[in-house]
């Protein structure tokens, strides 16, 4: 019998800046430049060019300020094992904030099952269908997944073996729904690489990733964006 338990989970704090600088330079790479917006920064080009077309009446010329174009979908496991790792994915969280413009964060516990959280509290008001997310969020985006893929192999292979709701479908099918949408995607695990082998949860989520699962430092983050810029 499942044993039905609340859990209560803290939002990440993305205002962490402490030891975000590694993190940051890391995620510099998955970098593509675009205008977008209103046109309110000067350029100085064109208006040289117009005021010389203008017979040197000044005209002002103005572009869209450059951003970064990438969009991150990141997908954070929160609560039991990953409690000890929570400094460090606020670390990450609060480096890709800074980084990208087009980021959204969702929150899920052990696996992505049939719903994840925008918020705070596991089963919380704010629930959104991982299906609508396969919807809202189109193959241009990039997935990150935070978590340290450790559960029980019941947890991860069947239908309801989520703790704290019974999900429709297993978190092995969700997963798979997520990789052949989400062709770019990373998995960064906090767990130390030695221990991956020791894990069978990790092992079955790392082959089906294709070893597109990195460590939560900042060399891994460094091979998982050469990974996403592909």
């Known amino acids: 019998t499942k044993v039905w338990e609340r859990r209560e989970y803290a939002d990440l704090d993305d205002r962490r ?3 975000t600088r590694n993190f940051r330079l890391a995620l510099r790479k998955l970098r593509r430049f675009a205008r977008e917006g209103v046109p309110e920064v000067l350029d100085i080009d064109d208006t040289v060019r117009g005021t010389a077309r203008n017979a040197g009446w000044l005209e ?3 572009r869209p300020e450059r951003k970064n174009a990438i969009k991150v979908l990141l997908l954070l496991d929160i609560g039991g094992s990953m409690d000890p790792h929570i400094r460090l994915s606020e670390t990450l969280f609060s480096a890709a ?3 990208f413009k087009h980021l959204e964060p969702y929150y899920f516990h052990n696996c992505v099952y049939d719903r994840v959280w925008k918020h705070d509290e596991l089963r919380g008001r704010d629930a959104v269908p991982t299906s609508e997310l396969l919807h809202r969020y189109n193959s241009d985006w990039r997935l990150i997944i935070v978590g340290d893929a ?3 192999p019941y947890e991860l292979v069947s239908e309801g073996g989520a703790i704290d709701h019974h999900n429709a479908g297993s978190g092995e099918a969700w997963l798979s ?6 062709r ?10 030695r221990e991956w082998d020791y894990v069978a949860t990790v092992k079955h989520i790392r082959q089906m990733l294709g070893d597109r699962m990195y460590p939560l430092t900042p060399q891994g983050l460094a091979r998982a964006v050469a990974k996403l810029k592909a």
């Open 17 to 19: 800046e402490l030891g």
């Open 60 to 62: 002002l010329a103005f």
């Open 97 to 99: 904030r800074a980084e």
């Open 150 to 152: 450790a559960m029980s």
């Open 177 to 182: 729904k997520m990789f052949e949408t989400w």
């Open 184 to 193: 770019r995607v990373a998995w960064l695990n906090p767990l130390s690489e």
